[in-house]
């Protein structure tokens, strides 16, 4: 297992570039938190929480916030399946949120761009973006 899992950090952690104030040893946890400012989610936030599972991270998050219209809370919560990295310092996240539809959070490290992403049973994909911030410990 602990070789899983520095396995994960070197390979998937690693691509992630300056992380911030990262702890030497593997790694147990990522967080990724941050607000959404545009797009169909816009005015809402997100958090993401994972740990190393084999090569890949998984866990849980939620998109939660209030509808400015009429002040109904609203909280949408997510399982986390697969993540990946596309370029240094760029975390993706993918899974499903609990009532079905496919998720993907992009995030960059240690803060930066943020863009959630969840797709529609009619086949539409509703993407918002914002900024956000990873971190690793």
Do not use: D, E, H, W
């Not at 990522?30 to 599972?53: E, I």
């Not at 399946?81 to 079905?100: E, K």
């Not at 930066?112 to 086949?123: D, Q, R, S, V």
Request: glycine share 14%; net charge positive; hydrophobic share 40%.
């Amino acid at each position: 297992m602990m070789k899983r899992t520095l396995a994960l950090s070197l390979a998937v952690l690693g691509s992630l570039g300056s992380v911030g104030a990262v702890s030497a040893g593997p790694t147990t946890s990522v967080m990724v938190t941050g607000s959404l400012t545009a797009g169909g989610a816009a005015g809402s936030f997100v958090t993401a929480s994972c740990a190393p599972r084999g090569s890949i991270l998984t866990g849980s998050g939620a998109l939660y916030g209030v509808n400015p219209q009429n002040g109904y809370r609203y909280s949408y919560p997510f399982l986390i399946t697969s993540s990946r990295t596309v370029a240094p310092n760029q975390l993706i996240l993918t899974g499903n949120m609990i009532n079905g539809p496919r998720i993907s959070l992009t995030a960059t490290s240690p803060s930066g761009k943020l863009t959630f992403a969840y797709l529609l049973a009619n086949g539409t994909t509703v993407v918002s973006t914002g900024q956000g911030t990873v971190t690793v410990r």
